[in-house]
């Protein structure tokens, strides 16, 4: 049996139905068209969608999901002070268990604001992790465990680990890749063995899907002084420059940020196919500046949007960073042409996949796509009249216009509510670890 989502406007990522049908059996979309697909699935479950847009879910590219946990911890801080003296101390004492809380709500976060794909970067553990979170909860993601220098070894085997147990688990639900966290936190000769584990993971695991390269790249004006000094290495031009010259950059790579490069360093970028998640929120929150999302667009290099975590956005919001980017870039480019609502549409969905390199299975309602679909409500004050599907969604619709939600055509999210959880019992766990965590502060 399966369902079929009837007289929404469908947004297919290609098209506009107006009265559309989206066709789901089991985690795949079947058939999607205008109202006459309704009557060939007369035996079919329906949701009627009148008054809604249906979308592909949306894709976060870079995020920490756990580091919900640590929303509003540590605030007003600049980058370098933010990590050394607040965020990886507390990260130091945080258990499995607790990484486990944080990435579920996370995840649950996301869900409500129709985000259906998570590319996480955390620690992983076997006895409990961010994977374990996504599992249970239903998310689409791509699960990283953070390679750094000091700990290279152990984070090579938990990378292996991870991979073992977690690549291509339900049906493909849930990826791995690999996570050097940074090049100023890892060396030059460990971020190329990341590469080549990368490379022999998928050699080995290459029928579930592929296993990219995450990393943090030119997120500070200081970056490149800091790999200088911390590796004692020299090289000439910024930090893209330098993750060229030692062979790292490659299309199975995703760099987050990307917010200091020259426009040399963005040929470099295009010529290599690397894939960029921009993280507005978070680099303007951190006083970090502004990525140069127009030069990438000029030479081709394909852009998605992340949120980066909830420690320093403060929410998982990607509807809301769609929006900033529009205005953002057309403020920088004094027009109002500059970044059109479909373009920016793509970003968090056909590009969000390519991104991800998942393209061939998400970002778009497509026969033989992944039924990871998104129903927003247009029974709302800030929704009439409606003129433009695209415009609206991206200048006047706010994430919790969202009803539904299904993840490989499970539905988490029913009227605005996550199916099945009861949300006392998640906030008492939550505000458990918030005193643990305050108490660890004062200890
Ligand atoms: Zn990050």
Redesign the pocket.
Known sequence: MGLVIKNGIVLTGEKIISEGAVVIEDDTIVDVGDASVVSKYSSYDKIDAKGCIVMPGMINT???AAMSILRGYAEDLPLHEWLQNKIWPIEAKLTPKDIELGATLGAYESLLFGVTTLNS?YFYSEEASEAHAFAKVGIRAVVGHGIFETTKDNGFKLTEDLTKTWHGYDKGRIRVSVDPHAPYTVGPNTFKESVNLANELNEKYYEKGKIIIHS?VA?SPQEAESIKKNFNINFDGGVVNYLNSIGVLSPNFIA??VVHVSEEEVSLLAKNNVKISL?LV?NLKLGMGIAPYLKFRELGVISSL?T??AA?NNSLDVLESAKLLALLYRGLARRADAVKSYEVFRLMTIEGAKALCWEDEIGKLEKGYKADIVVLSLKRINANPLYDPYAHLIFSAKSNDVVHVFVGGKQLIQNGVIVGLSYDKLFEEVNKLKDRIISILSS
């Open positions: 870079h995020t920490h970067m943090h997120e987050a940020h993280n978070s992340g980066d975590s320093s």
